[in-house]
């Protein structure tokens, strides 16, 4: 069924081929069109609470536009960098001024940068699948700190297309050695599949999910993130995700974690974006401990 998961691939394939630009083009809009609708906001400023802070405007080569993001500098000497990646909501990176995620990264040493996706914030217009902007994004906190580690922290939609990227590069040198400077990745709340997800969440709609898979066979194969978390380049990785989310069910995340030779931990009565709120500490402990073992 649509509304589960493809059969998993064994043994292991390397990452599917990227679809051709036409078909991730047309594929895009018709995702987008299935895609949750939010409205375009003005973001806050990061809270005083989280000075310093500097805007970043990151760019995007070969395509319309910047990226709109954030740099906050750890306190004290810096063991390295982390990438933080929103989920679908309308407020974009601010999603990460509570919680404290921030705050103890960087109280034990790690820089951290956040950014908008395209079509939030004061980001550009959407052009192509959201892993070619995570890129950009690593790309320009690579380029931030050259002499030291990468971490990727992304949660839902933000961790769902980091997957294509850590996956050793799509086979491209330089995307290779982008991937490999990451030492290690935490998800909150990721699916294996987008449109699967999409299918458990909104069942009126799934004649349309049908209708992309027929129609759009490598885009879909390209959005298995099982078939890129079974060829990451990353030393350490581990998911995390809710008891009670509707769309990412605790066997989906044990599927992915399996794939990446991952771990996988649920928050009991967690929905989804939930097990941040209900067990904060924790989940920014194993997130913590997950960088730590990595350096």
């Not at 036409?22 to 018709?30: D, H, I, Y």
């Not at 890129?135 to 320009?140: G, M």
């Not at 769902?160 to 935490?186: E, I, K, Q, T």
Request: net charge positive; proline share 11%; glycine share 10%.
């Amino acid at each position: 069924m649509l509304d589960g998961l493809p059969p998993a691939i064994h043994p292991p394939q390397p990452p599917p081929r990227r679809p051709s630009p036409a078909q991730e083009r047309w594929s895009l809009r018709l995702f987008l069109a299935l895609a949750p609708r939010l409205p375009r906001v003005t973001q806050p400023e990061p809270p005083a609470t989280l000075a310093p802070f500097a805007p970043l405007w990151i760019d995007r080569p070969g395509r319309r536009g910047h990226l709109t993001g954030t740099w906050y500098p750890a306190h004290g000497a810096a063991r390295g960098a982390v990438l933080l990646l929103p989920p679908w909501l309308e407020w974009g990176q601010s999603y990460f001024h509570r919680r404290r995620r921030i705050d103890q990264l960087r109280e034990v040493g790690y820089h951290a940068m956040t950014f908008d996706f395209p079509g939030f914030g004061g980001s550009g217009p959407v052009q192509g699948f959201f892993d070619r902007d995570v890129e950009d994004a690593l790309a320009d906190l690579g380029r931030r700190v050259p002499d030291l580690p990468l971490f990727v922290w992304g949660v839902s939609s933000g961790g769902y297309w980091s997957h294509p990227v850590l996956a050793n590069g799509h086979g491209d040198p330089a995307g290779r050695r982008l991937a490999h400077r990451v030492a290690a990745a935490f998800f909150e709340d990721v699916s294996p599949h987008l449109i699967c997800w999409a299918s458990r969440t909104a069942p009126r709609a799934r004649p349309f999910h049908r209708l992309f898979r027929a129609l759009f066979p490598d885009a879909f194969r390209f959005l298995d993130l099982r078939r890129h978390a079974a060829t990451r380049g990353v030393q350490r990785v581990a998911y995390v995700s809710g008891e009670n989310d509707r769309g990412v069910p605790p066997r989906h995340t044990r599927e992915l974690a399996a794939a990446a030779g991952a771990e996988a931990h649920i928050v009991p009565g967690a929905g989804h974006l939930e097990a941040i709120k209900r067990a904060t500490q924790e989940v920014i402990d194993l997130a913590l401990g997950t960088f730590a073992t990595a350096t």
